[in-house]
């Protein structure tokens, strides 16, 4: 079955709500109308009722049948801003979250904190931070994760050639013990998109062949990984052709099971995996899909500004089944 079918095949009719706070944005509100049509999520669009109808209008949409809630206008406002105070123990009063709670990321990030939605979709107009902050603020990461982390499917060919590529997104320079957790929560997100695991901790040394203190860290985190979870299929430190071509490995290293048939790689930091992602899509020829939040207690999903109708239908889809995820 090709990738977004089986997504599809997961999540239609289940009532999945995705939370959009960029409902005016044409591309936004245009995903929303096939996603609700073809009955894979149902989508809360978040703005002022009458705005978002006469947008909805202009386009030549039916907005009636959608849930608008509004930051000015919610029932549930007190509930919001106590809650709101409540996660962000001392670090926001009421009068800064009565302010901060309009902004309709941390408006959305916090219906779904609260169940009203199970996950979120935006960044069509947001920076990466802006989208991803209130988040890391309000949702966390799950119990046993430090750190979430930006995964990009990587799919190729008609035959769908399909990799994992992480953490591309989010962080800077992370030690071993957040490398290893990243590499755990990349085995869980892959399994998701029906790739078998097999996790290549990514270096330039493959077993030993070169010293460094980033060859270390590589190993180091390698070693917590696998200790982390002992069922996933893991190795490092690795080269990215010991890693991916199988005759190279015969020769780097032979004795790994992961060597030569890595299905998901995990970057050492985020300049390789940014530039590696951008690399394998401009040169390689691969549609890079992403980046997709991992270890996240609920799904917050981040668009790229560039991103047209096709990429948020696609996007929103990989939220909802992330939903699934346990
Ligand atoms: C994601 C990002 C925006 C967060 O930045 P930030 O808001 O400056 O982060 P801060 O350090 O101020 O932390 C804000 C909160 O988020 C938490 N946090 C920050 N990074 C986190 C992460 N990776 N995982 C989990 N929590 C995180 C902090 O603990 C803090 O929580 P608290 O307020 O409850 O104490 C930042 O890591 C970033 O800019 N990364 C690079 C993104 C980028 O440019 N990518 C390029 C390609 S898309």
Redesign the pocket.
């Known amino acids: 079955m090709e990738l977004f079918d089986s997504l599809k095949y997961k999540i239609i009719r289940r009532n999945i709500k995705i939370v959009f706070p960029e409902a005016t944005d044409p591309r936004i509100l245009g995903a929303a109308v096939r996603l609700k049509a073809d009955e894979l999520v149902n989508p809360i669009l978040v703005g002022n009722k009458a705005e978002v109808s006469e947008k909805a209008k202009s386009l030549g949409y039916q907005a009636d049948s959608f849930t608008i809630l509004d930051p000015n206008d919610y029932p549930e406002w007190d509930a919001m801003v106590e809650s709101f105070v409540e996660r962000r123990k001392g670090?926001a009063t009421k009068e800064q979250a009565e302010s901060i709670l309009k902004d309709p990321n941390y408006f959305g990030t916090m219906l779904v904190y609260m169940g009203k939605a199970d996950g979120m979709v935006s960044g069509a107009i947001h920076s990466?931070?802006d989208t991803?902050?209130p988040a890391?603020?309000i949702i966390k990461?799950k119990p046993g994760v430090s750190?979430?982390s930006g995964a990009f499917l990587m799919v190729r060919g008609r035959d769908q050639e399909k990799y994992l590529f992480s953490d591309c997104?989010?962080?800077?320079n992370p030690g071993a013990q957040e490398l290893a957790e990243i590499a755990v929560e990349s085995a869980k997100t892959a399994a998701l998109f029906d790739i078998e695991p097999k996790v290549a901790m990514l270096s330039f040394s493959t077993k030993g062949s070169a010293k460094a203190d980033e060859v270390t860290k590589v190993q180091e985190a390698t070693r917590i990984a696998k200790e982390l979870d002992p069922t996933i299929e893991l190795d490092g430190e690795l080269q990215f052709d010991a890693a991916y071509v199988p005759s190279v490995a015969a020769q780097k290293a032979p004795e790994s099971d992961v060597a030569g048939k890595a299905t998901v790689f995990v970057f050492p930091e985020l300049e390789a995996g940014?530039i590696g992602y951008k690399i394998a899509q401009r040169f390689g020829g691969f549609e890079a899909i992403g980046?997709i939040l991992q270890g996240l207690n609920q799904p917050i999903s981040d668009l790229s500004r560039g991103s047209n109708e096709e990429d948020v239908y696609k996007l929103t889809i990989i939220t909802a089944a992330q939903t699934l995820l346990k």
């Open positions: 670090k990466t931070g991803v902050r890391l603020q990461t750190r979430t997104a989010i962080n800077v940014n980046p």
